[in-house]
């Protein structure tokens, strides 16, 4: 299939500057003022499917942020790949960490450096390139659909109802993904599971208004210094998570299954090297790579109270607030999660303050067959490129509607991620490898190609 490479070069440069144009669009989901851009960046999908040979494409609008969809149907009898991508993007802050402008992409030691660079316009775009080479190329085996959404960083709160909505247009035998990762650039990995996600707020108020800490201090209660008090004790020991039933419904996984896992490479010491860390953290009896795959955790996404600008100003501030996330394995719901969460934090929440906690979004852990012809085409897929068969690895990450596909579609997904752990999504100097981008692009015709054989085996 050298026709694959040859079309990639020669039409790597335009790939590239289409790809940009994608990512100069600010498409931050979680930010009111970027709307005007959400339908900017939608508008441009729809554009790039086009081009690159759907006969049909509509931006479709939803509750929030509108959903693209695509599709060409070559014959009906043959099979359909739908393929799932967002365009929105997280927010960029802290800026002064950046080292480049995140909107404004470069080409740094051979990686894109910008918001959006892998996760996921850089990965999702691959997709439209190989449609794009196997449409002109004369090689598309089967039907694709396109189904591009614009709130997944935000939990993809009105995703499930378009679902339901379009359930017959979007009828499909696989889901085919890229928003996951790879172990590296020479060890190929297919995401096998996926964590599930619940994302809460909580606020703890003392005083009816910020107090002078010298008049009041030691006689109020300081909201700040009872939230970290409080989240402190959501951690033992052993770093293991203090919220009765939180691991109720957690599927353990057997030593025969962890034994196959820990064959994967992982160098401890250049993982702590790459993080300037001394030492990893986790749950005790874990490995780290057990620890971010199939034990569910607890984190602080952000906390603040008081004063917090320059210099000093000598406040007992009056609200401290923290967003915390839970990433959840299988078996365990999201929503039960969260009320244990919220019935346990107001219970450990001593009478002189007040506390209020709200669930932001989450999403259901998901994990995918290794013996359906999707996961076997693209073990293929990897092994015809890399030269090497795929290792099975399990995600850390979420991506909440994909469990919800299954729940309303009825359909699988496959999840062919290209992304590399150094590409610090949802950070600043996000980046992503041109190796990678071009590499996904040879990779993802021959999945169709696999797919299609596999499919009328």
Known sequence: MNYINQYIEDHKERFLEELFGLIRIPSISSLSENK????KAAEYWKNSILQAGADKVEIIPTDGNPVVYGEKIIDTNLPTVLVYGH?????VDPLELWKTPPFEPQIIDGKIFARGADDDKGQAFMHAKAFE????TNTLPCNVKFMIEGEEEIGSPNLPKFCEKYKEMLKADIILVSDTGMIAQDIPSITTGLRGLSYM???VTGP??????????GAVANPANILAKMIATLHDENNHINIPGFYDDVLEISMDERAEMAKAPF?????????DIKSEWGEKGYSSTERTGIRPTLDINGIWSGYIGEGAKTVLPSIATAKISMRLVPNQSNNKISELFQKHFEAIAPDYVKVKVSALHGGEPYVSPIDMPAYKAAEKAYTATFGKKPVPTRSGGSIPVIADFEKILGVKS???GFGLESDAIHSPNENYPLFNFYKGIETIPYFYK???ELMKM
């Open 36 to 39: 005007p851009d959400m339908l």
């Open 87 to 91: 365009y929105d993007v997280m927010p």
């Open 133 to 136: 080479l196997m449409i002109k």
């Open 201 to 203: 707020e909580v606020e």
């Open 208 to 217: 009816n208004r910020d107090l002078h800490s010298g008049i009041f201090g």
């Open 267 to 275: 160098n401890l010491d250049n993982y702590k090297k790459a993080l």
């Open 414 to 416: 496959i999840l062919m």
């Open 450 to 452: 696999y797919y299609v």
